[in-house]
């Protein structure tokens, strides 16, 4: 008996430890809630039942008829935006989940009715058919796309923007993200399509006369074309109608600058990727800043030009003001079907601002100094000793894929596609170098207001002749064009650096600027931390 009651405080003790908890559960669902599980073990459900029910043959196929039926029945609405933004963010990308590595069926193995498509819808899904097939079905199946697909995908897109830019076209209503979407994919497959067609081996005779007999295919020319097609045609409209505003075409014509300032980096022209913005104004709002994906574009690729053209403080500007942008937005886009892509091209920015900063030190937004130190420290202490390996290897990481416009020796069977980024490599290894005795330098310079050359050239282990050139080439190094306003490739001559000399005689007489402290920074964020305490 006594055995018997000493366990039965023991038994009662225990559903008492779990009182709390089922009491908390108990007020959860008296206010509509669920169990912390239970949202997880709802969503696995939906996910088998999907499965099962994406097993039975024909109800994919179905899904996909009744994407393009909806498709056709809003793509000349004029008040279609949410839906079309809908449609095209959310079914789009749950489809294409849904099929994974399955291609989807073809315009033709959908059956349609006759008459009840027309050729702009037609044309619109066969661009999402090859893009799921580069997007998902290779990623998947770890095998390129084909020749016959690349050359299929190809011809769509020149369709597809031909009967764009016609004028029966005009009152297509598609989201901007759509629009966005179309021609980054455009440009993506005309890059890596190139990349495709320099590498040559492996490649089959019947290939290579192909792409012998075709030079055209995948033609930067007539990639830049088409984008100059959508600004010409904005503009046209806007001088014909100047009260009149045709979103497609005034959106695309954003996009399509963006677009020629991409192309015009991955080739290496880099002032002509600045060039393309003369004629607008990137500052004001437009369609650039309301799609993300834009915004991180125009922002990584014109910094990426900056930095190329030895304009660093430029480049960090760019660099920093994306970063914080997304920063700040990071709880939101998080939830977008584009996060990873834009959590890669954050990294990148992060890469080249690194580097930027390297051979430039500016002061940057605290939040990403801190990240940057986080995510490139080891590297921030290399490039500060002078290590060009170090710099090198974010430069890889970072940078984008470079292409060579023109068509490469079929004789050679060799692979093409890396000869751009080597050359670009040691482009880029030669500023390095050129920067590298700024650090050194300059840390001497500051110690100092006024120092005689022959005790510098003592300090530096060099003669005083030495010292002379090396002075003039840390002046040249330190001095460059920085954009307030305008167009990008305008500027004042500055002084890049927070130390400034000139020569007189045999003295060196240093003028140290005064950094100006921005506390704004400060006190918003550590006003948000007493607010999330409060």
């Known amino acids: 008996m006594a055995s018997t009651a000493a366990a039965a405080p023991a038994q009662a003790a ?124 290779q990623s998947v199946s770890n095998k390129p796309p084909t020749l016959q697909l690349r050359t299929d995908s190809w011809n769509n897109y020149c369709k597809l923007f031909d009967m764009l830019l016609t004028q029966t076209s005009a009152k297509v209503r598609l989201s901007m993200q759509w629009l966005y979407d179309l021609l980054d994919e455009f440009v993506y497959q005309q890059q890596t399509n190139i990349q495709y067609r320099n590498n040559l081996l492996n490649k089959t005779p019947e290939e290579i006369t192909y792409l012998r007999q075709n030079p055209d295919t995948w033609s930067i020319k007539i990639v830049h074309e088409y ?40 080739i290496g022209d880099y002032w002509n990727a600045l060039k393309v ?43 920093s003001s994306v970063l914080v942008h997304m920063t700040r937005g990071k709880s939101y886009h998080a939830r977008s079907y584009q996060a ?34 986080e995510k490139h420290g080891e590297h921030l202490a290399k490039m500060a000793k002078g290590e060009e390996a170090a710099f090198l290897e974010l430069f890889n990481y970072g940078s984008p894929k470079f292409i060579n416009v023109a068509p490469p020796n079929y004789e050679e069977h060799r692979n093409f596609g890396a000869d751009p980024l080597q050359h670009q490599q040691r482009v880029f290894a030669g500023e390095v170098r050129q920067h590298l005795l700024v650090p050194n330098l300059r840390s001497f310079l500051r110690l100092y207001t006024t120092i005689p050359v022959t005790k510098l050239a003592d300090f530096l282990e060099t003669d005083e002749a030495t010292l002379r050139a090396q ?19 305008s500027g004042k001559w500055a002084q890049t650096l927070d130390v400034d000399f000139y020569l007189e005689g045999d003295m060196v007489h240093m003028r140290e600027a005064k950094p100006t402290h921005n506390f704004s920074d400060f006190f918003l964020r550590h006003t948000k931390k007493l607010n999330a305490v409060a």
């Open 340 to 373: 990873d892509s834009m959590g890669k091209k954050s990294d990148h920015i992060y890469a080249l601002l690194a580097i930027s900063v390297s051979l430039c030190p500016q002061r940057v937004d605290e939040i990403i100094h801190t990240t940057l130190r």
């Open 471 to 489: 002075l003039l080439s840390f002046k040249h190094m330190t001095r460059a064009q920085v954009w307030s306003s305008g167009p990008l490739l």
């Open 14 to 137: 225990a559903p008492a430890t779990q009182r709390p908890m089922q009491q908390q559960q108990q007020q959860q669902q008296r206010r509509g809630g669920r169990a912390p599980n239970a949202g997880r073990d709802r969503n696995d459900r939906d996910r088998e039942r999907e499965r099962e029910e994406d097993a039975q043959p024909g109800v994919l196929e179905e899904r996909v008829k009744s994407f393009v039926l909806r498709l056709q029945s809003i793509v000349h609405e004029q008040e279609n935006r949410q839906q079309m933004q809908m449609l095209y963010e959310d079914e789009f990308n749950r489809l294409a989940d849904r099929f994974g590595g399955r291609p989807w069926p073809t315009f033709e193995e959908l059956a349609m009715p006759a008459g009840t498509i027309e050729p702009i819808v037609e044309l619109l899904y066969r661009e999402l058919y090859f893009r799921h097939m580069y997007w998902k079905v």
């Open 277 to 319: 913005f003369d004629a607008v104004d990137m500052s004001q709002k437009g369609a650039h800043l309301q799609v993300l994906s834009c915004h991180v574009t125009y922002k990584y690729y014109t910094g990426f030009a900056y930095m190329m053209l030895r304009r660093f403080v430029d480049a960090i500007k760019m660099f």
């Open 227 to 266: 984008l100059q097609k959508f600004v010409d045609k904005a503009n046209d409209l806007k001088a014909a109608e100047p009260q009149v505003e045709n979103m497609l075409y005034s959106t695309l014509c954003s996009f399509s600058y963006v677009q020629m300032c991409r192309l015009f980096c991955i």
